[in-house]
């Protein structure tokens, strides 16, 4: 099995995959260290997982880099094979399969060491702040739910490299990110001093599974869907609010 990054590549579906006839994938990514990434070791954590299922499944797989947003509706359109990775959604369900779970994280809000927020039970309680939040990021349906009636005020940014500099400058309140993905940015943006204004409410939003999507759209693909399905049960997924906390105690 090889793994191929970088240029665009043609998706090769030739057929029954029980046949063996589809020899190769091309995955959909983005940068979301230490998850995903291009310059990161095996793709990052999750991709290094999907890697390993496509060995399983004996497929050649390239990982195909783009903006989030387009990453998903290429492989909705079935322009190319699935994509790496996602958070569960109901509505995504009539567009691709679900295969994993590859990856389990925690999501929490992020705020400033100076904000005295009052013990909450639910995310209603929280609407005297204002939030920030990525545009096309799934969170949760009661997230976005809240923000579309006005319960929550969410503003929303391109990146969360951009909410946590929104967020550093007090510009925003909270805002929800993976707990290892959040350390991690803070790691590398901001000085010890930066970082030390910055913290996680414990409560935390979700814990989350990620997925594989693989487009509905493409020949034979529950066939696919259901021999990577088969591959997972082999592959331990990835534990990010674990890792996190073993690397804090480290």
């Known amino acids: 099995m090889r793994v191929l990054a970088g240029a665009f590549a043609a998706v090769i579906l030739l057929g029954g995959f029980a046949r063996a006839e589809i020899t190769q994938i091309t995955v959909t990514?983005?940068?979301?260290?230490?998850?995903?990434?291009?310059s990161l070791d095996g793709n990052g954590s999750v991709n290094e997982v999907v890697a390993r299922l496509a060995e399983e499944a004996d497929l050649d797989l390239t990982f195909e880099y783009l903006p989030w947003k387009r990453a998903?509706?290429?492989?909705?359109?079935?322009?190319?094979?699935?994509?790496?990775?996602?958070?569960?959604?109901?509505?995504?369900?009539?567009?691709?399969?679900?295969?994993?779970?590859?990856?389990?994280?925690k999501l929490v809000f992020f705020r400033r060491t100076d904000l005295n927020v009052e013990e909450w039970g639910e995310l209603s309680d929280l609407s005297?702040?204002?939030?920030?939040?990525?545009?096309?990021?799934?969170?949760?349906?009661?997230?976005?739910?809240?923000?579309?009636?006005?319960?929550?005020?969410?503003?929303?940014?391109?990146?969360?490299?951009?909410?946590?500099?929104?967020?550093?400058?007090g510009r925003i309140d909270m805002f929800p990110m993976s707990e290892l993905v959040g350390y991690h940015l803070i790691g590398q943006l901001f000085s010890a001093e930066e970082a030390a204004m910055l913290t996680i409410e414990e409560r935390p939003l979700q814990i989350s599974e990620g997925f594989l999507l693989v487009s509905r759209a493409i020949a034979n693909a529950d066939q696919l869907a259901k021999s990577l399905q088969q591959a997972v049960d082999l592959i331990e997924p990835v534990k990010g609010a674990q890792q996190h906390a073993d690397a804090a105690a480290d």
């Open 29 to 38: 990514t983005g940068e979301y260290p230490p998850f995903t990434g291009q």
């Open 128 to 169: 005297e702040y204002n939030f920030g939040a990525v545009t096309g990021y799934t969170y949760s349906p009661e997230f976005w739910e809240l923000s579309a009636t006005g319960v929550l005020n969410v503003e929303e940014a391109s990146t969360d490299e951009a909410n946590l500099r929104k967020l550093l400058a």
């Open 72 to 105: 998903l509706e290429v492989v909705r359109k079935g322009k190319f094979t699935a994509s790496s990775f996602w958070f569960y959604s109901e509505d995504r369900q009539e567009d691709f399969y679900h295969v994993g779970p590859i990856m389990n994280d």
